[in-house]
C-alpha cells in the first residue's frame, strides 16, 4: 500500500489509488478519541450498510483463504501420483490414468478459479456497502457544514479567511471520508482475515507460522516511518502549490497592472524562484517515495525466504508436504497487504483527526445573533435608533455613537459622510447582520432582537456597496430574492433601475451569463443589476448602500426619477457620499467619525450652513469642471 497514485499488487489483492486504513485504529480512534465521535451519528444511521459490509467482507475473505488449500491439495496430488504415473510407462494404463489424473489437476483449477471470480463479486458488493457509506457520510458532513456556515454572523466571515472555510468543508472532510470508508473496509478485512487464517496456518504448523509471520511487524513499522516522512513532505508541497497557485492567480487577474508598470519580467523571474521551491520540495519527495517499492518487496521476500527455508525442513522431517509450503507463501502474500496498513494507517489517523478537529472547532462555534422572541408580522416600515453605539468585535473600531433618528413608516432617509464616518455600519445593523454594542434599535416599535431573523431581513431589500453578483444568468441574478420567479417582475425591476436596455442589447438578453463576480459586465450595469435585485423583490424597507456610485451624474438622474415611484410609501434609507443622492430622501443625516452632526431637510441644511453646505457646494463645483 502506498500514498495516492501508487499501485501495488499480489496474487489476491489489487488496490490503486486509495489511502488504507485500520479498523483497529478505526474502532481505538473513532471510540475513544474524542474528536472523532462526532462520526458516530454518521456511522448509526447508516448502520445497515455497514453490517452487510461486514458479511460481504467476510465472504470474501473466505474466497481469498480457499485457493491457498486448493493450491495444497493441487501440488500434493501432482508430488504423490507422479511416481505412479511414471510406473505406468509404456503401459496403456498410462493414458488412462492421466486422463484422472488430468481431470483432477483440472477440478481443481476450475475451483480456483471460480472462487477467484466470487471473491471478486464480493468485494464489489463490499465497495458498494461500505466505500458508498464513506460517501454518503462524506456528503451529510459537508451538508452539515454547509448549513452550518449559514447560520454563521458576519464576524465570523470576517475572521475567517475564504481559503480556512473552503479546506474545512473539502480537503478536511475528504480526509475524514478516506478514514470512514477504506478504514472500515480494509480494518475489517484485516481484523476477519487474522481471526480466520491465523487458526488455520497454526492447526498446520507452529514453527511454520512463526517464521512465516516474523517479517511483518518489522514491515508495518518501516512503512510507519517512511510514510510519515512522506505525509511531511507531500504537505510541503502543498503549500508550495498554493503559493505558486496565488501568485499565477494574481498575475493573471493584475495582468493589466504589470503591464502598465512593465514589470512582467519580474513577474517571471518570482515565478521561477517560486517554481524552482516547488521543483526542490518534488524531488525529495520522490527520494522517500523510491524506498517504498523496495523496502515492501525486501521485507516480502524475506518472508517467502524464510517460510521456505522453515518449510522445506519440516518436510524434510516429513511433518509437511509440499502443497504446505506453497499454501504458506499464499497466505502469507495475503497477510502482507493488511499488515502494511497499520503502519500506513497511523498518519492517516492522525490526518484525520486533525482534520475532524477543524471541522468540530467550526461545527462548535455559534452564532450571537439569534432572535429572542421569533416574532413574525408583516412590516410597517418605522425605523427608531435610540442611542445606538457600535463597536466592530473584531477589530475593536468604534464605528458608531450614540446614534438616534425615526423614520415613519413609507418616508425616506440619507445618510450622508464621508468615507468610514459609519454609514454602511447603520445599514449592517438594520438588517441585523451585527447586534448593538449600546442602545436600542426598534422596527415598528419592537426591538430588533425579538424578530425571527428569516422574516425581518426577508422583508429588507439591501444593495451594498460591493456589488456581488453570481456567475449565472442576469434573469437569474435580479430573481434570486424571489421565492417563485415572475417574469414581468424581473423586467420592470430592470426597466427601474434603468438597465433594461443594456441587457436587452446583449446578444441573448437576460439570458447572459455575467460571469465570475460578474466581470462581463461593467461597474454600473452590476450596480444597477443589484438594484434591480432588491427592488424586485418589494420590500418594506430598502437600503440603498452608496448604490450608485459606479454610474455617471446623468445615469444616476434617471434612476433617481425612477426610484421615486419605487420610494412611494416604503420606508427608504439612501447612504452616500453624493448629496445628488439625498435630494430625494424626505429627512437627512450627516454623520463624521461614527457620529451625527447635522440632521434636517435638504432645504434646511443648505440654509444652516454646516457640513452639509460644504460638502454640497464641493460637489456642485466638481461638478461645473467636470462638465
Same mark, same amino acid.
Given at each position: 500500500?502506498?500514498? *495516492?497514485?501508487?499501485?501495488?499488487?499480489?496474487?489476491?489483492?489489487?488496490?490503486?489509488?486509495?489511502?488504507?486504513?485500520?479498523?483497529?485504529?478505526?474502532?481505538?480512534?473513532?471510540?475513544?478519541?474524542?474528536?472523532?465521535?462526532?462520526?458516530? *451519528?454518521?456511522?448509526?444511521?447508516?448502520?445497515?450498510?455497514?453490517?452487510?459490509?461486514?458479511?460481504?467482507?467476510?465472504?470474501?475473505?473466505?474466497?481469498?483463504?480457499?485457493?491457498?488449500?486448493?493450491?495444497?491439495?493441487?501440488?500434493?496430488?501432482?508430488?504423490?501420483?507422479?511416481?505412479?504415473?511414471?510406473?505406468?510407462?509404456?503401459?496403456?494404463?498410462?493414458?488412462?490414468?492421466?486422463?484422472?489424473?488430468?481431470?483432477?489437476?483440472?477440478?481443481?483449477?476450475?475451483?480456483?478459479?471460480?472462487?477467484?471470480?466470487?471473491?471478486?463479486?464480493?468485494?464489489?458488493?463490499?465497495?458498494?456497502?461500505?466505500?458508498?457509506?464513506?460517501?454518503?457520510?462524506?456528503?451529510?458532513?459537508?451538508?452539515?457544514?454547509?448549513?452550518?456556515?449559514?447560520?454563521?454572523?458576519?464576524?465570523?466571515?470576517?475572521?475567517?479567511?475564504?481559503?480556512?472555510?473552503?479546506?474545512?468543508?473539502?480537503?478536511?472532510?475528504?480526509?475524514?471520508?478516506?478514514?470512514?470508508?477504506?478504514?472500515?473496509?480494509?480494518?475489517?478485512?484485516?481484523?476477519?482475515?487474522?481471526?480466520?487464517?491465523?487458526?488455520?496456518?497454526?492447526?498446520?504448523?507452529?514453527?511454520?507460522?512463526?517464521?512465516?509471520?516474523?517479517?511483518?511487524?518489522?514491515?508495518?513499522?518501516?512503512?510507519?516511518?517512511?510514510?510519515?516522512?512522506?505525509?511531511?513532505?507531500?504537505?510541503?508541497?502543498?503549500?508550495?502549490?498554493?503559493?505558486?497557485?496565488?501568485?499565477?492567480?494574481?498575475?493573471?487577474?493584475?495582468?493589466?497592472?504589470?503591464?502598465?508598470?512593465?514589470?512582467?519580467?519580474?513577474?517571471?523571474?518570482?515565478?521561477? *524562484?517560486?517554481?524552482?521551491?516547488?521543483?526542490?520540495?518534488?524531488?525529495?519527495?520522490?527520494?522517500?517515495?523510491?524506498?517504498?517499492?523496495?523496502?515492501?518487496?525486501?521485507?516480502?521476500?524475506?518472508?517467502?525466504?524464510?517460510?521456505?527455508?522453515?518449510?522445506?525442513?519440516?518436510?524434510?522431517?516429513?511433518?509437511?508436504?509440499?502443497?504446505?509450503?506453497?499454501?504458506?507463501?499464499?497466505?502469507?502474500?495475503?497477510?502482507?497487504?493488511?499488515?502494511?496498513?497499520?503502519?500506513?494507517?497511523?498518519?492517516?489517523?492522525?490526518?484525520?483527526?486533525?482534520?475532524?478537529?477543524?471541522?468540530?472547532?467550526?461545527?462548535?462555534?455559534?452564532?450571537?445573533?439569534?432572535?429572542?422572541?421569533?416574532?413574525?408580522?408583516?412590516?410597517?416600515?418605522?425605523?427608531?435608533?435610540?442611542?445606538?453605539?457600535?463597536?466592530?468585535?473584531?477589530?475593536?473600531?468604534?464605528?458608531?455613537?450614540?446614534?438616534?433618528?425615526?423614520?415613519?413608516?413609507?418616508?425616506?432617509?440619507?445618510?450622508?459622510?464621508?468615507?468610514?464616518?459609519?454609514?454602511?455600519?447603520?445599514?449592517?445593523?438594520?438588517?441585523?447582520?451585527?447586534?448593538?454594542?449600546?442602545?436600542?434599535?426598534?422596527?415598528?416599535?419592537?426591538?430588533?432582537?425579538?424578530?425571527?431573523?428569516?422574516?425581518?431581513?426577508?422583508?429588507?431589500?439591501?444593495?451594498?456597496?460591493?456589488?456581488?453578483?453570481?456567475?449565472?444568468?442576469?434573469?437569474?441574478?435580479?430573481?434570486?430574492?424571489?421565492?417563485?420567479?415572475?417574469?414581468?417582475?424581473?423586467?420592470?425591476?430592470?426597466?427601474?433601475?434603468?438597465?433594461?436596455?443594456?441587457?436587452?442589447?446583449?446578444?441573448?438578453?437576460?439570458?447572459?451569463?455575467?460571469?465570475?463576480?460578474?466581470?462581463?459586465?461593467?461597474?454600473?450595469?452590476?450596480?444597477?443589476?443589484?438594484?434591480?435585485?432588491?427592488?424586485?423583490?418589494?420590500?418594506?424597507?430598502?437600503?440603498?448602500?452608496?448604490?450608485?456610485?459606479?454610474?455617471?451624474?446623468?445615469?444616476?438622474?434617471?434612476?433617481?426619477?425612477?426610484?421615486?415611484?419605487?420610494?412611494?410609501?416604503?420606508?427608504?434609507?439612501?447612504?452616500?457620499?453624493?448629496?445628488?443622492?439625498? *435630494?430625494?430622501?424626505?429627512?437627512?443625516?450627516?454623520?463624521?467619525?461614527?457620529?451625527?452632526?447635522?440632521?434636517?431637510?435638504?432645504?434646511?441644511?443648505?440654509?444652516?450652513?454646516?457640513?452639509?453646505?460644504?460638502?454640497?457646494?464641493?460637489?456642485?463645483?466638481?461638478?461645473?469642471?467636470?462638465?
Amino acid at each position: 500500500m502506498g500514498p *495516492k497514485g501508487w499501485r501495488l499488487s499480489s496474487p489476491y489483492i489489487s488496490i490503486k489509488n486509495e489511502p488504507k486504513e485500520s479498523l483497529l485504529v478505526f474502532n481505538a480512534n473513532l471510540l475513544f478519541v474524542k474528536e472523532l465521535r462526532h462520526l458516530n *451519528k454518521y456511522l448509526l444511521k447508516y448502520k445497515w450498510q455497514l453490517i452487510f459490509g461486514l458479511v460481504f467482507v467476510v465472504i470474501s475473505n473466505l474466497f481469498q483463504i480457499i485457493p491457498g488449500a486448493l493450491v495444497r491439495y493441487s501440488i500434493d496430488l501432482v508430488i504423490d501420483n507422479i511416481r505412479v504415473y511414471k510406473s505406468f510407462q509404456k503401459s496403456n494404463a498410462q493414458s488412462d490414468f492421466f486422463d484422472v489424473f488430468s481431470k483432477g489437476i483440472l477440478l481443481y483449477a476450475v475451483l480456483i478459479l471460480v472462487v477467484a471470480l466470487l471473491r471478486g463479486l464480493f468485494l464489489y458488493y463490499v465497495r458498494q456497502t461500505l466505500i458508498v457509506m464513506s460517501r454518503l457520510v462524506e456528503f451529510d458532513l459537508k451538508n452539515e457544514i454547509f448549513d452550518h456556515y449559514q447560520t454563521l454572523p458576519l464576524s465570523f466571515y470576517r475572521r475567517n479567511n475564504t481559503g480556512d472555510l473552503m479546506n474545512r468543508i473539502s480537503e478536511d472532510v475528504g480526509r475524514v471520508r478516506m478514514y470512514v470508508g477504506p478504514s472500515i473496509m480494509y480494518g475489517l478485512t484485516l481484523i476477519t482475515l487474522f481471526l480466520m487464517l491465523i487458526p488455520i496456518m497454526l492447526s498446520i504448523s507452529v514453527k511454520l507460522t512463526l517464521f512465516a509471520l516474523m517479517p511483518l511487524p518489522f514491515l508495518s513499522i518501516s512503512i510507519f516511518f517512511v510514510n510519515t516522512i512522506i505525509e511531511k513532505r507531500s504537505e510541503e508541497i502543498q503549500r508550495s502549490q498554493s503559493r505558486l497557485s496565488t501568485f499565477v492567480q494574481e498575475a493573471f487577474s493584475g495582468i493589466r497592472v504589470l503591464k502598465s508598470f512593465t514589470r512582467e519580467q519580474e513577474s517571471v523571474i518570482n515565478f521561477t *524562484k517560486e517554481s524552482d521551491t516547488y521543483k526542490r520540495q518534488s524531488l525529495k519527495l520522490t527520494q522517500v517515495q523510491a524506498l517504498f517499492f523496495p523496502l515492501v518487496t525486501g521485507l516480502v521476500g524475506l518472508s517467502s525466504v524464510l517460510t521456505v527455508y522453515a518449510g522445506s525442513v519440516e518436510v524434510i522431517n516429513g511433518n509437511l508436504t509440499f502443497g504446505n509450503i506453497a499454501e504458506f507463501i499464499i497466505y502469507v502474500n495475503i497477510l502482507t497487504w493488511p499488515v502494511t496498513l497499520l503502519g500506513w494507517t497511523s498518519s492517516q489517523v492522525q490526518r484525520a483527526e486533525a482534520s475532524q478537529k477543524r471541522i468540530n472547532e467550526f461545527l462548535k462555534t455559534k452564532t450571537d445573533i439569534v432572535s429572542t422572541k421569533e416574532i413574525e408580522r408583516e412590516l410597517s416600515g418605522k425605523i427608531e435608533f435610540k442611542n445606538v453605539s457600535f463597536d466592530y468585535p473584531d477589530t475593536g473600531v468604534k464605528a458608531l455613537k450614540n446614534i438616534s433618528f425615526t423614520i415613519q413608516p413609507g418616508e425616506s432617509l440619507a445618510i450622508i459622510g464621508t468615507t468610514g464616518s459609519g454609514k454602511s455600519t447603520i445599514a449592517t445593523l438594520i438588517g441585523r447582520l451585527y447586534d448593538v454594542t449600546q442602545g436600542e434599535i426598534l422596527i415598528d416599535d419592537i426591538l430588533i432582537q425579538e424578530y425571527g431573523l428569516v422574516c425581518l431581513r426577508s422583508q429588507i431589500g439591501t444593495v451594498p456597496q460591493d456589488v456581488f453578483l453570481f456567475s449565472d444568468t442576469i434573469y437569474n441574478n435580479i430573481a434570486f430574492g424571489l421565492a417563485t420567479t415572475d417574469e414581468e417582475k424581473i423586467k420592470q425591476a430592470a426597466k427601474d433601475a434603468d438597465v433594461y436596455e443594456n441587457i436587452m442589447s446583449f446578444p441573448l438578453g437576460f439570458n447572459t451569463r455575467v460571469g465570475e463576480r460578474g466581470i462581463t459586465l461593467s461597474g454600473g450595469q452590476k450596480q444597477r443589476v443589484s438594484i434591480a435585485r432588491a427592488i424586485v423583490r418589494e420590500p418594506k424597507i430598502l437600503m440603498l448602500d452608496d448604490a450608485l456610485s459606479a454610474v455617471d451624474t446623468k445615469t444616476e438622474n434617471t434612476i433617481l426619477n425612477s426610484m421615486k415611484k419605487i420610494m412611494d410609501g416604503r420606508t427608504t434609507i439612501i447612504i452616500s457620499h453624493r448629496v445628488s443622492s439625498a *435630494k430625494l430622501a424626505s429627512k437627512i443625516i450627516v454623520l463624521d467619525d461614527g457620529a451625527m452632526v447635522e440632521e434636517g431637510t435638504h432645504e434646511s441644511l443648505l440654509e444652516k450652513g454646516g457640513a452639509y453646505r460644504e460638502l454640497y457646494d464641493k460637489q456642485m463645483q466638481a461638478e461645473e469642471v467636470e462638465d
